[in-house]
């Protein structure tokens, strides 16, 4: 098992237990180990059990827990709660605004068993004079529930890449002398997918024998050879670029190959993911597709996080990491004070950060570490940390992590203060997204673009795949006003430095030139910017 994996059974065995109301030193004991697991650099598959209690903060007890899933990937006291507890009880701790606490009340109180049985409770209002309860948080848990069914059956698209190249590649191989592509919004590379389309000119194919994605349903569309490209072309782009497409140019009902569409009318090939609008028509047209931002074109990474918040890795590992990625520079920005769920950074405790970049700077050449901070966008707008201690980083990373219930003019007010402070560098996670987990707040987006050219304050692209935001859509208008995009992975591991791909991806999608990506610009650059 991964040390992912095992956190989540350690933290799912705190939670049943919890459910339970069993022993809260044992409950904390194992809440804590999940924690550190998950962050821990060390893989602990294959660790014998002694290996394994000599890890600092691991007892024997846990230890014991993390060999019986090194080799049954489960427990016997996980087995034994799983069995006493009703499955319904378990998926209803997934919904937010109720932990294990109030779900143990609405099962043991009001003998609800399932997440739909409460949509139906929440809809009596049966939850209102439930201690602890109240109609607000009734209201929270209903639309909870809502936003969570009609999510179900989508995917991320970076859940599913891999899974999904891989199936390609083993029918191409099985099948030498048949065609296979992928259209829709796979193809696309669209954030959420909800299906799969695949067209292949294989007549009778079963994939029931190949196919490895048994959660991810697949349209399968039969085509003939003479016009796979032709039938690939109208499976592989929005309405919109495939109507703007089609009042200039012949689509060619014929072609085998989709390339040809392009080559006959005269057009550079525009890839599926940029067949979106009818402006990358104009970029075609005008040959400026090689402006468009491309993984080759960063020259260094923003919004980075070391060991000492809640990253996985040193700095001097992540810098390392970056450097041989052949980049010239990395901004690190772990978590501010108020972020303590984070481990966020005392002002003792960034002095000596500061005092660690500055002596792996000065054995570096051609390579440079920023100081940054993501700071916390307070209640009242203002930045965490006094004026004294943001003077003394090199950036900083505005971004919004607690109190996300806001309207749509508090939310607006609150970011556009936070733009205002002369300290703010670049606005992180614009809205606060978690794709299929958390809608966004509310905002006047474009007050808040107008408020970040007004202030010289980059947007940042949250590259994480369960964020991309801002959302590609808004990009445009991003630059429209001279608003620089950073393409940001959020990193929290050497791992998580490669999401940086899909926010290209979707930077892409929102045609982001790369003159206009603040972290595609030289080391040089990059300093006379933060200087000035």
């Known amino acids: ?253 014929n072609c085998a190959r989709e390339e040809d569409i392009f080559e006959i009318n005269n057009l550079p090939y525009i890839m599926p993911s940029l067949r979106e609008s009818s402006r990358i028509i104009e970029l075609a047209q005008n040959q400026q597709l090689n402006q468009l931002v491309k993984l080759e074109d960063i020259k260094g990474i923003f919004h980075v996080h070391s060991k000492y918040s809640d990253g996985a890795a040193t700095i001097k590992e992540l810098a390392e990491t970056v450097r041989k990625k052949g980049m010239h520079y990395i901004g690190i920005t772990d978590h501010s004070r108020s972020a303590f769920y984070a481990n966020g950074l005392s002002a003792d405790r960034v002095l000596q950060q500061h005092q660690e970049i500055d002596t792996l700077n000065n054995a570096l050449s051609t390579f440079k570490i920023f100081k940054g901070i993501e700071s916390d966008i307070l209640n009242d707008g203002n930045l965490d940390y006094e004026d004294d201690i943001l003077k003394q980083f090199d950036f900083v990373i505005a971004s919004v992590h607690s109190v996300l219930k806001m309207d749509i003019e508090r939310a607006t007010q609150r970011l556009i203060k936070a733009i205002e402070n002369p300290f703010t560098t670049m606005l992180g996670h614009m809205t606060g997204r978690l794709l299929l987990s958390r809608e966004g707040y509310p905002l006047h987006t474009q007050k808040i673009i107008d408020a970040c050219a007004a202030n010289n304050v980059i947007i940042e692209l949250n590259a994480n795949p369960y964020r991309l935001d801002i959302d590609w859509r808004l990009i445009h208008s991003c630059t429209d006003k001279g608003v620089m995009i950073s393409i940001n992975p959020d990193a929290h591991s050497i791992a998580g430095l490669d999401d940086i791909k899909y926010g290209i991806y979707v930077a892409q999608k929102g045609l982001l030139k790369v003159d206009m990506c603040f972290n595609a610009h030289s080391l040089s650059d990059i300093e006379k910017f933060f200087k000035s």
């Open 1 to 253: 098992m991964t040390n992912s994996e095992i956190a989540d059974k350690l933290k799912l065995t705190a939670n049943l237990l919890e459910l339970l109301d069993d022993n809260p030193f044992k409950i904390k004991s194992l809440l804590n180990a999940s924690f550190k697991i998950d962050k821990l650099d060390i893989d602990l598959h294959g660790l014998s059990q002694i290996e394994i209690e000599s890890i600092d903060g691991i007892g024997k007890g846990i230890a014991a827990k993390i060999n019986e899933l090194n080799q049954t990937a489960t427990t016997t006291e996980l087995q034994e709660l799983l069995h006493r507890i009703p499955v319904g009880v378990i998926q209803m701790m997934d919904i937010k605004g109720i932990g294990p606490k109030k779900v143990a009340l609405l099962w043991k109180q009001l003998g609800i068993e399932s997440p739909g049985e409460l949509l139906y409770a929440c809809n009596e209002n049966r939850l209102i004079e439930l201690k602890g309860f109240g109609e607000k948080t009734q209201t929270a848990i209903r639309k909870s529930i809502e936003f969570n069914l009609s999510n179900e059956g989508k995917f991320l698209y970076a859940e599913i890449e891999a899974e999904a190249h891989s199936l390609l590649s083993k029918l191409q191989q099985q099948f030498p002398n048949d065609l296979f592509a992928y259209a829709g919004d796979f193809i696309r590379k669209m954030e959420i997918i909800e299906s799969i389309e695949l067209l292949t000119s294989k007549k009778d194919l079963d994939l029931s024998e190949i196919r490895s994605m048994a959660s991810v349903a697949i349209e399968l569309t039969v085509v003939n050879a003479a016009n796979f490209g032709y039938e690939l072309f109208l499976r592989s782009g929005s309405k919109e670029f495939l109507n703007a497409f089609a009042d200039n140019y012949s689509q060619l009902e």
